[in-house]
C-alpha cells in the first residue's frame, strides 16, 4: 500500500495517467471515435463491393447490347419508349 502511495503522488506517474485519460476518452481521436469510423470503414468496403458487381453486370450488359442491334433496339423501344415514324405508342399503367 505504501508503494501505490509512493507511485500516485510521483508528477510522471499523474502525467502519464492523466495524458492516457485524455487520449482515450477526451481527445477527438478518441477510443469511441476509432471504433465508430472503423465501422463506417467496415460498412464503405461492403457498398464497394456491392457497386462494383453491379458496374461489372451493366458493363456486359452494355457489351451485349452494343453487339446485338436487335437487342439494342428492344431495349430503346422498352426502356426509353421509342418508336417508328409510323408507329403509335400505347403505354399500359398498371394500379
Same mark, same amino acid.
Given at each position: 500500500? !505504501? ?36 465501422? !463506417? ?41 421509342? !418508336? ?12
Amino acid at each position: 500500500m !505504501k508503494k501505490l502511495l509512493k507511485y500516485s503522488s510521483n508528477f510522471y506517474v499523474l502525467a502519464i495517467l492523466f495524458f492516457m485519460f485524455w487520449m482515450l476518452f477526451i481527445d477527438s481521436n478518441n477510443v469511441v471515435n476509432h471504433f465508430r469510423l472503423s465501422q !463506417k470503414l467496415n460498412q464503405l468496403e461492403d457498398q464497394k463491393g456491392f457497386y462494383l458487381e453491379k458496374k461489372e453486370k451493366i458493363n456486359a450488359e452494355r457489351e451485349e447490347l452494343m453487339s446485338n442491334p436487335q437487342l439494342l433496339e428492344k431495349f430503346a423501344r422498352e426502356r426509353y419508349l421509342m !418508336k417508328k415514324p409510323t408507329e403509335d405508342l400505347y403505354v399500359i399503367v398498371e394500379k
